[in-house]
């Protein structure tokens, strides 16, 4: 059974189509949710969440057909939010029991797990002090640790290197790693940055204008595609594309106006 479907999917805001006849399933493992600023991701993760309901098509997550059963999903489900969700006047251990207790967790098992959490996280040293002392890295990591607070089955990560640099970049991309390699957590990692797609999941989906456009095994769609050329051409267009058909290449246009060449073998 997949962990996560949808179905022909469609959300709107107001007048505005953010999301325009999705469908995809998620099996487990880690999945990156690609695509530029704008592009549909965090309104997808949203949705999963039960935020947003689809006004048309069908989403179902652990068997629980949403939004319907989205108190039981999130119960089993971690998310991490691209901006702030810290209060920079309280500790991390302060933050982090107070976000267990509102999962339902007691007062005692949610103090124990936030160190754990914090621990895992590496920010074990300083969970005392206050988060307005944090630096980017660090509140990065505090949002990290609270998606993880009631050891979830599925996370949610929302651009998690936002404003890291590149040493603090590496770090949280191997925690995450980690989590869906060596914990059995399914990941869902949303990014604009291939790269940090790359070093974490194992499947991608490429979202463009609210529309997957494109998914499959990342190491399948990033192989080198020998004979492939781009080629942009500031004139005669349609000629030069006849004369290429005739010399019996394969010639399309794509939407950046440039041509995708494809060389006959031999």
């Known amino acids: 059974m997949a962990v996560i479907e949808m179905e022909n999917v469609e959300v709107f805001y107001d007048?505005?189509?953010a999301l325009k006849?999705?469908?995809?399933?998620i099996e487990g493992g880690a999945v990156g949710l690609l695509g530029p600023n704008g592009a549909g991701k965090s309104t997808m993760m949203k949705t999963f969440l039960g935020f947003n309901r689809a006004t048309s098509g069908s989403v179902r997550i652990l068997g629980h057909d949403m939004p319907g059963g989205a108190l039981q999903v999130r119960q089993q489900m971690g998310y991490m939010p691209e901006r702030e969700a810290v209060s920079p006047n309280i500790s991390a251990v302060s933050f982090l029991t107070?976000?267990?207790e509102l999962l339902g967790m007691t007062r005692i098992d949610a103090r124990e797990r936030c160190h754990e959490v914090l621990n895992?996280?590496?920010?074990?040293?300083?969970?005392?002090?206050n988060m307005e002392t944090f630096s980017t890295g660090m509140l990065q990591r505090t949002k990290l640790a609270q998606a993880l607070i009631h050891d979830p089955k599925i996370l949610l990560l929302d651009e998690p290197t936002n404003g890291l640099d590149p040493e603090s970049r590496l770090e949280m991309l191997e925690l995450v790693r980690d989590l869906a390699h060596n914990r059995n957590v399914t990941v869902l990692l949303s990014s604009h940055l291939l790269p940090?797609?790359?070093h974490v999941c194992?499947?991608?989906?490429i979202i463009n204008e609210g529309k997957v456009v494109r998914e499959g095994v990342i190491s399948e769609l990033t192989a080198m595609?020998?004979?492939h050329f781009e080629v942009r051409v500031r004139e005669n267009k349609n000629r030069y594309m006849e004369a290429l058909t005739q010399s019996g290449y394969q010639c399309r246009e794509m939407k950046t106006g440039d041509l995708l060449v494809i060389q006959p073998p031999g």
């Not at 895992?120 to 002090?129: D, P």
């Not at 194992?202 to 989906?205: A, E, P």
């Open 15 to 17: 007048d505005f189509q």
């Open 21 to 25: 006849g999705v469908s995809c399933s």
């Open 98 to 100: 107070y976000c267990g």
């Open 120 to 129: 895992y996280v590496g920010l074990g040293e300083s969970r005392y002090r």
């Open 196 to 198: 940090d797609v790359q």
């Open 202 to 205: 194992d499947y991608i989906l």
């Open 225 to 227: 595609q020998d004979h």
